[in-house]
């Protein structure tokens, strides 16, 4: 079993920026492609940024390309998700999620965080 445990997020300006963590339980973490998705209120979960279990790939949504950043430290059990230039419409309550093989954009993984909330006033 698998447990993710979400820190960062909160109330930024426009333009500003913000680092989502997400610490992961067991040892097995290496193993696992990670993901962020978000979640806006009546839209549904929308892929934001993958990493393969290596870190060697990554991935990004469209909407986040060129500001956002997927990171991990597989000695600390921890991916991070760096965001930059933010904008309202980021918006959103954000998971990041643990699945093993390869990443995929849609929402099938096998462990997900808690959800952390981040606003960008404008």
């Known amino acids: 079993q698998v447990q993710l445990v979400q820190s960062g997020g909160g109330l930024v300006q426009s333009g500003g920026s913000l680092r989502l963590s997400c610490v992961s339980s067991g040892r097995t973490f290496s193993s696992y492609a990670m993901g962020w998705f978000r979640q806006a209120p009546g839209k549904e979960r929308e892929f934001v940024a993958g990493i393969s279990w290596r870190g060697g790939s990554t991935y990004y949504g469209d909407s986040v390309k060129g500001r956002f950043t997927i990171s991990r430290d597989n000695a600390k059990n921890t991916v991070y998700l760096q965001m930059n230039s933010l904008k309202p419409e980021d918006t959103a309550v954000y998971y990041c999620?643990?699945?093993?093989?390869?990443?995929?954009?849609?929402?099938?993984?096998?462990?997900w965080g808690q959800g952390t909330q981040v606003t960008v006033s404008s």
């Open positions: 999620a643990a699945r093993q093989l390869v990443v995929v954009t849609t929402t099938r993984y096998d462990y």
